[in-house]
């Protein structure tokens, strides 16, 4: 199992210094679309970290991702800034497909597929289909997305919903239903270049989150063609191929809100004790007091959990149930960090003057994407059924 070394904390801290130093300043940058920052500003982001040495620092010099415990410290510190992963290419979704397509494609996909991610163009993963056509959302097995065989060709027909990134993104990992005779639901994951004609967005809509460049799109795709070296990983295992995705992606989720969280809270305390009121600072006052020190708790506890939960997977677990554990505890943890962040700073927590109310607006968002907590106490619950009854 994986552990920190000296070596990883100091990239981290030599990230965290990047960030806070060169990143934070363009917080207030107006080159930006209402889906998050325009292709330029985004470019010129990791140009900077290129020429400090710090564009993919959680991937070892051979291409492969650290371990989770080694990224662990990285993320968190890419997360200071909501420009961060976007600026050092750990921002998801391109992050959790670089950590499939390390595990799963072949060494042709690699070069066609990996290698543009990891040189920095951008990706999405299309899943989530539309709600209102009982799609597949936090229920995958309800994919409506189609893939059937003619001759030797693929043809896929369907719809998705709330696609990260896809305005923009090159490279596609694209789940849908396949049939393998045997009456049971299956689905196979695709790779697909980008842009292509088969695949049309619809609409992007406005969302509470504004980070992710290119939005959450609405496609539709009709009739579009692949073959079986667009496959990746094996046909009709692509529910398998999505827990090797979707369990570490949670837990990366959480290390890069970690650090937005403790820079919410460097601001609301900082705000505390400058802050005047009632004749003393706001920090003086208990009820304030006491809200930057639970935040100073929660913030040890989702550090712990992380670490948890990460040891876990390098020591090649699932964790399936551990990072649905993990995703719920930190996500609920750190948005009423947050939360508390903004009641802390008054009309200033609710104004564009500092990043908490973004800070605030991701989190939020947060406890929906990748599954809401709901759903993954449901999936937890089951899981102690299990175990109660023996089955």
Not at 159 to 180: S, W
Not at 214 to 219: R, V
Not at 284 to 290: I, P
Request: net charge neutral.
């Amino acid at each position: 199992m994986a552990v920190t070394t000296k070596a990883h904390l100091q990239l981290a801290e030599r990230v965290e210094s990047f960030v806070r130093d060169i990143i934070v300043p363009y917080e207030t940058d107006r080159r930006r679309t209402s889906h998050g920052p325009d292709e330029a500003l985004i470019q010129e982001l990791r140009a900077k970290a290129r020429e400090a040495g710090l564009f993919n620092p959680h991937i070892a010099v051979d291409g492969v991702p650290l371990e989770h415990r080694e990224i662990a410290p990285i993320l968190r510190a890419s997360g200071l800034s909501p420009l961060g992963p976007l600026a050092l290419n750990t921002a998801a979704p391109d992050e959790g497909n670089i950590h499939l397509l390390s595990k799963v494609a072949t060494p042709s996909q690699r070069e066609r597929f990996l290698h543009p991610l990891l040189a920095g163009k951008r990706s999405a993963f299309l899943m989530s289909e539309p709600a209102a056509e009982n799609g597949a959302g936090s229920d995958p097995a309800m994919l409506m997305t189609t893939a059937y065989q003619n001759g030797k060709i693929w043809v896929v027909n369907g719809r998705k919903a709330f696609i990260t990134g896809f305005a923009g993104a090159e490279v596609a990992i694209l789940m849908a239903r396949t049939d393998r005779g045997d009456g049971k639901v299956a689905a196979t994951m695709f790779l697909v270049s980008l842009p292509n004609p088969a695949i049309r967005i619809d609409r992007v809509p406005s969302t509470i989150d504004s980070s992710m460049p290119g939005g959450h799109a609405t496609l539709t795709i009709t009739d579009l063609r692949l073959t079986d070296e667009d496959i990746l990983g094996g046909a009709h295992e692509g529910f398998a191929y999505a827990q090797v995705r979707l369990a570490p992606a949670r837990l990366t989720h959480c290390m890069r809100w970690l650090g937005a969280a403790t820079r919410a809270q460097e601001i609301a305390a900082h705000y505390a004790i400058k802050r005047m009121a009632f004749g003393k600072p706001l920090i003086d006052h208990e009820a304030v007091g006491f809200m930057l020190a639970d935040n100073r708790i929660a913030l040890k506890q989702s550090e712990l959990t992380i670490d948890w939960c990460a040891g876990l997977l390098d020591a090649g677990e699932k964790g399936t149930t551990e990072s649905s554990m993990a995703k719920v505890a930190i996500s609920e943890a750190l948005f009423k960090v947050a939360d508390n962040c903004v009641q802390i700073m008054g009309g200033t927590g609710v104004s564009s003057d500092t990043v908490v109310e973004q800070i605030f607006r991701e989190i939020r968002a947060f406890r929906i994407y990748d599954g809401p907590t709901e759903v993954h106490k449901w999936s937890i619950a089951k899981q102690i059924k299990r175990e109660e009854s023996g089955s």
